[in-house]
């Protein structure tokens, strides 16, 4: 699996959007893009993924650069709830069962 | 659904004594990871099974590591003998075996 890059911490004002970029510039054809987040004390949670398209569900929306060397997940309205670590993954995707490979992540911190 | 299940949720043992860990993944979902997080490694992948069958367990530590899933609705981690060093927060997860994984709230274990 390729290997991403992300800033250590970002900080962000309760209400606005936190924009949180990724780099994946070795990506291969066959590899999405997926997002977890693991808030303090609990397990990791899945957000959302993507292979080059933007996507966007009830938490987020994705948007991957058309040579998808990277990526930025956007919480358009952040709340103190979404102070956790998130963590951006790269893989190949629908092989049955393939393991997630965690980085260090950025660690967003939303305050009011 | 309840969500992935795991037990115990915290566990305290002496240097040299035998750790079970348990999980029970998700109804339906054919793929289970045991994961680990320190402060100082992070999340590592230890070890996943497909249809109950372990198909990359090179994560496991050593030989004091071994992971069983007897049937699909049950899995164990176990440590024998334990060391101060395994202390961390052991996580399961499981996935239809398509994108998303499901974690579960982990199980903080100390060896003393």
């Known amino acids: 699996d390729a290997k991403t890059t992300q800033p250590t911490s970002m900080d962000c004002a309760e209400g606005r959007a936190a924009n949180l970029p990724c780099n994946h510039s070795t990506i291969s054809g066959n590899e999405y893009v997926y997002w977890y987040r693991q808030i303090h004390s609990q397990g990791p949670q899945y957000i959302i993924h993507g292979l080059k398209n933007n996507e966007t569900n009830e938490m987020a929306s994705l948007i991957i650069t058309e040579d998808r060397k990277s990526s930025t997940l956007i919480l358009p309205h952040a709340t103190l709830r979404d102070t956790a670590v998130y963590y951006c993954i790269v893989r190949v995707a629908h092989q049955a069962g393939t393991a997630l490979i965690f980085g260090k992540g950025t660690t967003l911190s939303v305050s009011s | 659904d309840a969500g992935v299940i795991q037990s115990p949720r915290h566990e305290v043992t002496e240097m040299g004594q035998e750790v079970t860990l348990r999980c029970k993944p998700i109804?339906?979902?054919?793929?289970l990871f045991w994961y680990r997080q320190t402060m100082m490694r992070g999340l590592e992948l230890l070890i996943y099974f497909n249809n109950n069958v372990p198909i990359d367990d090179s994560g496991m530590p050593e030989d004091r590591f071994s992971a069983k899933m007897p049937n699909a609705s049950f899995s164990t981690l176990k440590i024998q003998p334990s060391e101060p060093r395994d202390s961390a927060v052991y996580f399961c997860?499981?996935?239809?075996?398509?994108?998303?994984?499901?974690f579960g709230p982990g199980t903080r274990l100390t060896v003393t």
């Open positions: 997860a499981s996935s239809p075996g398509l994108d998303e994984q499901y």
């Open positions: 109804s339906g979902h054919n793929s």
